[in-house]
């Protein structure tokens, strides 16, 4: 498949997907016109890059469906030049369109294989702003907490409190909430140490494993 043909599905998606469904954030809309997806799927599947549902990526984990993506990203509510920190590294797509719109990215992936092959990845396409870390994302990552922003790529039992302490005040923490299988994605704002908490659709996404999170 030709570069103009993959461009064309890009742009398609952001029209047909994206666009009618309520994402209207500048930042975000031109981050996707910009990162190119199907670098980030397996290569038997580059002719679905930009269909509207979830792909697999091996070890069990996926890439979010575009929209959902793109409706986490809206929901952190970035203005550009935070410092943002993403749970669950995965294929390294969510990564990259953080990247467009933050100063600095940190993400943190409990799979070694999966963070290796985003790395080659995001070196490829040339992003500077990204640090990657293997690791137990339930416990965040301190060494450069506090964070304007995190998002969580995978469905917890509730609020890691690792989390919610790296979060700096005035932050916005996007999760999805609930079991193992269905979650609420939940943005939660924190004021001055609270933390307040609104949801905003109904999600499914992989358990996040770890200490504050799903048993293994």
């Not at 907490?145 to 302490?165: F, K, M, N, Q, R």
């Not at 994605?185 to 200490?211: N, S």
């Amino acid at each position: 498949m030709e570069d103009a043909v993959l461009k064309d599905l890009r742009e398609k998606m952001i029209v047909r997907q994206l666009i009618p469904r309520g994402i209207s954030c500048k930042n975000v809309l031109d981050a996707f016109k910009k990162v190119p997806r199907h670098h980030f799927v397996p290569d038997e599947m580059q002719d679905r890059s930009y269909d509207d549902y979830p792909l697999p990526i091996g070890s069990h984990q996926t890439i979010s469906q575009p929209y959902m993506v793109a409706l986490m990203t809206q929901s952190l509510g970035l203005k550009g030049g935070e410092k943002v920190l993403e749970i669950g590294t995965g294929s390294g797509y969510q990564t990259a369109i953080l990247a467009e719109i933050a100063k600095e990215v940190y993400s943190v992936e409990r799979i070694a294989e999966l963070s290796e092959h985003a790395k080659k990845i995001l070196d490829n396409i040339g992003y500077e702003n990204i640090t990657l870390e293997v690791g137990d994302g339930t416990l965040g990552w301190p060494e450069y907490a506090p964070y304007d922003a995190i998002i969580v790529t995978a469905g917890a039992p509730g609020v890691p409190e690792s989390l919610a302490a790296q979060l700096k005040d005035g932050g916005r923490l996007v999760i999805p909430i609930g079991s193992a299988f269905t979650q609420a994605l939940t943005v939660i704002e924190k004021k001055d140490g609270q933390l307040r908490t609104e949801e905003v659709c109904g999600c499914a996404f992989v358990p996040l494993v770890g200490k504050e999170g799903w048993a293994q």
